[in-house]
């Protein structure tokens, strides 16, 4: 929905609701989070590439603005979890990076950046902290494997800043903490670990009694299977709540879930002192910020407000300086490739390499008509290329000639596969640098079939070759063989604009320090 129709359906809302309600959005990476003509600033992870804690202010500054003007008013922002794990896919782009300290300095700027707009809450999430499973909460078990000591020196240390600081509201994550459970009960058995959405010694007896944390509590979406997978529904929503969370997230059937809880509150299950606390908190929360006071037209605002706020051009400005500082030269082994020169390497192969399409990424190009007439990152890269006077062309492997050559109808010929087997010198002739271009959003890259073609950068040693991620920033462990790696984070067209400006500045151009370990923990990444 545009921003225009987010406020038109939230002035209903808050019309007809007897209580001002709280109506939540994901600004992780900007007020695109609340609306898609909002403002995108930029992923977690390319702001930590900066180092720079401004730009998170300044992200919690226009997701604030941007969120009241639709008449919402919780930000399920900022994404504090702690990046221990590279294959932790779930949070690799939307963590700051995998130094407690750093997380903590840019959570609290995105959520005094969010303050700057009065009348909007912060929930950070996820609690007790993601980012050490590879696994997803949203389709499986996620373990948090520290105990006490190591929790608070990192994950505690966080959320300790953030709560020390104002923060509003917590989201619990599904997310199991076996080590720390065995120390408080080491009797504890597998069957009854609980994720903390379902765990008191979690929710309460952490969050509430050790941090001291007396706002709001909400569940991650309650149909996701790390909780899901625990018990019937019944049973889990109203364990949820006693376990110290004051609301829970998301329903199946609201009528379903309304008398799930009705029944679980008549019979006992939930006791009138609990509920009495949950419902504290919740309307405390709302008191607090004087939402009981204020008319629809003060909870919502007027068109030309958000006309202001989604048009501001100082909010458009930021992405850009954003994408000039992370841009972050990881690997650099052979130190004469940089920078790019015409002169030099004037004709450029680049290497297109992708990942597996998920099913839910083909699904949402079928229903939204996604890339139709719409050039690719490589494409633009290309064009860019060329601009500064490169001849940069796109390589197509042979596999991709097979294809190309069925679909028009004509037999299959297994000849144009195994014509990618050439003598080296033929291979390297009419190129003279390679640019290996990862645009791999999850998952691992799909090098393809050919043998002695292009797709896999095999020829590191004969030829120049460039490597660059302009999404997932863990392209090493599967390319551990190239020697100058470059990662980007987005392949927006700022983004690519910076990038071609730095490869032919050089490598004082690349700003970024790695977040995260690009080098993924393995010792032949550094080869």
Request: charged share 20%.
């Amino acid at each position: 929905m545009s921003g225009q129709m987010v406020l038109n359906q939230n002035r209903i809302l808050q019309k007809y609701a007897k209580v001002p309600v709280f109506i939540a959005c994901n600004p992780e990476q900007g007020g695109n989070g609340v609306c898609p003509d909002g403002t995108f600033v930029s992923s977690q992870v390319k702001i930590g590439a900066t180092g720079k804690s401004e730009y998170a202010q300044a992200m919690g500054r226009i997701s604030g603005a941007q969120i009241k003007a639709t008449g919402c008013n919780m930000a399920f922002a900022p994404v504090v979890d702690i990046t221990y794990n590279w294959e932790c896919e779930e949070v690799l782009a939307r963590a700051y990076g995998n130094d407690p300290k750093q997380i903590a300095t840019m959570g609290k700027a995105f959520m005094d950046g969010l303050h700057e707009t009065e009348g909007v809450y912060c929930c950070a999430k996820h609690f007790p902290g993601n980012g050490q499973d590879y696994r997803d909460a949203h389709m499986s078990n996620n373990i948090n494997h520290f105990g006490y000591e190591d929790w608070m020196a990192s994950y505690g240390h966080v959320y300790q800043t953030l709560i020390d600081n104002g923060l509003d509201a917590i989201m619990g994550g599904h997310i199991m903490m076996p080590t720390y459970m065995q120390e408080l009960n080491p009797d504890i058995t597998m069957d009854e670990m609980m994720p903390a959405t379902l765990c008191p010694e979690i929710m309460t007896g952490l969050l509430r009694d050790k941090l001291g944390f007396n706002g709001m509590v909400v569940t991650d979406a309650s149909h996701m299977v790390g909780m899901t997978n625990r018990m019937k529904r019944k049973d889990m929503l109203p364990k949820a709540i006693n376990s110290g969370c004051d609301m829970f997230l998301f329903f199946n059937d609201p009528e379903e879930d309304f008398n799930i809880m009705l029944d679980a509150y008549v019979n006992g299950i939930i006791s009138e002192e609990r509920m009495v606390e949950a419902l504290t908190r919740i309307l405390g929360l709302k008191a607090a910020k004087g939402m009981h006071k204020m008319s629809t037209e003060e909870l919502c605002g007027t068109d030309e407000e958000l006309a202001a706020a989604l048009q501001n051009p100082e909010f458009k400005a930021v992405a850009p300086a954003i994408s000039k500082d992370a841009l972050t030269l990881v690997k650099y082994k052979d130190e004469c490739v940089l920078p790019l020169s015409p002169d030099r390497t004037k004709r450029i192969m680049l290497v297109n390499i992708k990942g597996p399409d998920s099913p839910m990424a083909k699904l949402a190009a079928v229903a939204m008509g996604m890339g139709k007439g719409k050039k690719s990152p490589v494409e633009k890269f290309c064009e860019k290329l060329n601009e500064k006077g490169f001849e940069a062309f796109i390589y197509e492997s042979p596999l991709d000639k097979v294809m190309k050559e069925v679909a028009a109808g004509k037999p299959f010929n297994l000849n144009l596969y195994f014509a990618g087997k050439n003598a080296i010198a033929d291979f390297v002739s009419g190129m003279d640098l390679v640019i290996s271009f990862f645009d791999v959003a999850n998952s691992h890259p799909v090098f393809g079939m050919s043998k002695g073609g292009g797709e896999i950068p095999w020829y590191v040693h004969e030829i120049p070759v460039v490597g660059i991620s302009v999404n997932k920033p863990t392209m090493l462990a599967d390319a551990p063989m190239l020697r100058t790696y470059i990662n980007t984070y987005d392949s927006n067209d700022d983004t690519l604009d910076a990038l071609v400006d730095a490869l032919l500045t050089g490598p004082e151009a690349f700003k970024g320090s790695d977040p995260i370990d690009s080098y993924c923990g393995m010792w032949d990444t550094h080869m």
